[in-house]
């Protein structure tokens, strides 16, 4: 079983939509959870930075972390075309020097349609 | 905040060159700056962490002559991938962090070895 499972899609929706998108994960000493997107051809941009179980918000985004289920979740309200990315869920153990090595997940490819 | 660039965003070499990649934070101070490497439709896969004035650290399986790593300051860190052969070609992308604080990435630098 792997560290991080994330579905890769492709995950379609028109604009407008809500998208909810999932992790989960193995490693019960993960304690940062990060969300971020990548654009074709370019880095991974942090969207959503959390490390505790509950619900953070920010604009149409918000990032929901359960780890007594192991479990995160990213939704997006009011889809639009620019969000059409590939979304990566991140986890690490620590924060800070050599224990702040991220495990990704696999990413998924998202497409908002106008 | 927490802009990251890297240089150079294309290369495009002769088989048996060495390539050097720069990563620099621009705004802020990082204590800690990774490398990634990724191939098409996959995440992105950690080759070496790398803290200011320190030897990098390098994950199994890569190699160390191959892909030298250096972290003169705390806003600088490069790649050089020596001799490089066409297996080398793949999307190379640096992160930096401050202690306690999510990673940010360049935007990564494409290299192609002919």
Known sequence: ?114 | GAVVSQHPSRVICKSGTSVKIECRSLDFQATTMFWYRQFPKQSLMLMATSNEGSKATYEQGVEKDKFLINHASLTLSTLTVTSAHPEDSSFYICSASRRGEPQHFGDGTRLSIL
Do not use: H
């Not at chain 1, 985004?61 to 969000?83: E, M, N």
């Open chain 1, 1 to 114: 079983q792997k560290e991080v499972e994330q579905d890769p899609g492709p995950l379609s929706v028109p604009e407008g939509a809500i998208v909810s998108l999932n992790c989960t994960y193995s490693n019960s000493a993960f304690q940062y959870f990060m969300w971020y997107r990548q654009y074709s051809r370019k880095g991974p941009e942090l969207l959503m930075y959390t490390y505790s179980s509950g619900n953070k918000e920010d604009g149409r985004f918000t990032a929901q972390v359960d780890k007594s289920s192991k479990y995160i979740s990213l939704f997006i309200r009011d889809s639009q075309p620019s969000d059409s990315a590939t979304y990566l869920c991140a986890m690490s153990e620590g924060s800070g020097g050599s224990n702040y090595k991220l495990t990704f997940g696999k990413g998924t490819l998202l497409t908002v349609n106008p």
